[in-house]
């Protein structure tokens, strides 16, 4: 079992900054991506940021430069910095790594459960 624990969601007002932080444990050889997706009030998930195991990294269009992934490999943990918070980046924020149980196996997805970031207005 792989578990991933998000950690740093809350209310914030616009202009403001959060640090989300996900932490991986459990049966786990390697990580290959971690990423961060959001789910607003009404819509569908999509992807906020995402960390390839080299240090790539890319970002959706909304970003805009406010926010930034980073990680942690020997913590298994990724983060998000996110500055200059809009009322719009309101939402659940799920973090997702592929994960390779173990030696034989092959990479799977694995989510956490979610942290919901509020801004006001």
């Known amino acids: 079992q792989v578990q991933l624990v998000e950690s740093g969601g809350g209310l914030v007002q616009a202009g403001g900054s959060l640090r989300l932080s996900c932490a991986a444990s459990g049966f786990i050889f390697s990580i290959n991506d971690m990423g961060w997706y959001r789910q607003p009030p009404g819509k569908e998930r999509e992807l906020v940021a995402g960390?390839?195991?080299?240090?790539?990294?890319n970002y959706a269009d909304f970003v805009e430069g406010r926010f930034t992934i980073s990680r942690d490999n020997a913590k298994k943990t990724v983060y998000l910095q996110m500055n200059s918070l809009k009322p719009e980046d309101t939402g659940v924020y799920f973090c997702?790594?592929?994960?390779?149980?173990?030696?034989?196996?092959?990479?799977?997805?694995?989510w956490g459960q979610g942290t919901q970031v509020t801004v006001s207005s």
């Open positions: 960390s390839t195991s080299d240090g790539s990294t």
């Open positions: 997702k790594a592929e994960v390779k149980p173990t030696r034989w196996s092959g990479f799977r997805d694995s």
